[in-house]
């Protein structure tokens, strides 16, 4: 059986596509994996060059759009440096020095991380349970309703009030109390 003993909960805080786990045979991993975008952050530090002419840019530059010719998904500036600003831009492909050049009219810096960074998500969908087996828990199932470090705690808080609920065999857990209950255990040590 997957169950985990019952002394012990698993949790999995991290996306299965990448964390080479070797998981019970009896585990369903597939209704678990989805496959992820891959997404591009380019960091620039530099001169964000007009987009029209003789007006300034707005902090953020979003689009949304199904084909796969604009250079980029978004363009934020993440504030003042030592030279001039910081722009992170995500991108599909990784842009080259003649496209950044076109949206730059002066680059000091860039570096690039290229990263699985969400599910790729369709209609319809659905999204796997929290609790994988008796005492093994998947934060991450949320991502595939959503991706976002807001969903992360929503997943985490949802995990950690199964496994309390698991490891203190209660049919209902009272948040609060979970939190007052944990508070005094720190208090204790």
Not at 25 to 34: A, F, G, P, T, V
Not at 116 to 132: G, H, I, Q, R, T
Not at 135 to 154: D, P, R, T
Request: hydrophobic share 40%; net charge negative.
């Amino acid at each position: 059986s997957s169950g985990i003993n019952a002394e012990y909960g698993v949790i999995i805080a991290t996306p299965l596509h990448n964390a080479e786990l070797d998981l019970p045979d009896d585990i369903d991993q597939e209704s678990y994996l989805k496959p992820f975008q891959r997404t591009l952050a380019t960091f620039v530090n530099g001169i964000l060059a007009p987009l029209v002419p003789g007006e300034k840019n707005p902090g953020d530059i979003l689009t949304v759009t199904s084909k796969d010719k604009l250079l980029f998904s978004s363009i934020g500036m993440k504030g003042e440096a030592d030279k001039d600003f910081n722009y992170k831009i995500f991108s599909k492909e990784q842009l080259t020095e003649a496209q950044l050049n076109k949206l730059f009219s002066k680059i000091n810096d860039v570096k690039v991380v290229d990263w699985l960074a969400y599910p790729k998500y369709s209609v319809p969908d659905s999204v796997p349970n929290f609790e994988m087996a008796p005492g093994l828990y998947y934060v991450n199932a949320i991502e595939s309703a959503a991706s976002a470090i807001e969903m992360s705690c929503i997943g985490s808080k949802n995990v950690a009030l199964l496994a309390y609920q698991y490891l203190e065999k209660v049919d209902n857990v009272d948040s609060g109390k979970v939190c007052r209950d944990v508070r005094n255990f720190r208090e204790e040590l």
